[in-house]
């Protein structure tokens, strides 16, 4: 997805997919920008590569073999990306890892005029973090 689509589209709201075992807290894995034109999801695929891709939230269900269930609403107020709904998205800055050819995408940068928010692939989870 070309990045550079994103810029000046307003964020109107954020929703996320959360992990949720035992009485453990809840562990954000995906999430969903809601702009005012399109929906993107980010997330850490399997192979903890970090993707930004055109999409809609998925559904809740439930994993009873582990005892668990994945939740999808609105995001909690304490997801960076929070604080910026109601902002213009100014621009979308990628970031690649170090590896052998430097190509892999390893997180983004969202830039809004009150802040930024960092989103990347940590370790295999979604970290995100105010810049």
């Known amino acids: 997805m070309d990045l550079a689509c994103l810029a000046d589209k307003r964020l109107i709201g954020v929703v996320v997919a ?12 995906d999430v969903w920008l809601r702009l005012e034109s399109m929906i993107i999801g980010v997330e850490v695929a399997a192979d903890w590569s970090f993707r930004i891709e055109p999409g809609e939230p998925g559904l809740n269900y439930v994993m009873e073999e582990l005892g668990s269930r994945v939740d999808v609403t609105a995001a ?16 979308v800055v990628e970031r690649f890892g170090s590896g052998v050819d430097g190509a892999e995408r390893v997180g983004a940068e969202f830039v809004f005029d009150s802040g930024t928010v960092v989103a990347e692939s940590w370790a295999g989870d979604l970290r995100m973090t105010s810049g």
């Open 76 to 91: 909690p107020d304490d997801i960076p990306l929070v604080r910026h709904i109601g902002e213009r998205l100014i621009r």
């Open 18 to 29: 959360q992990f949720v075992h035992g009485t453990n807290t809840p562990e954000v894995i």
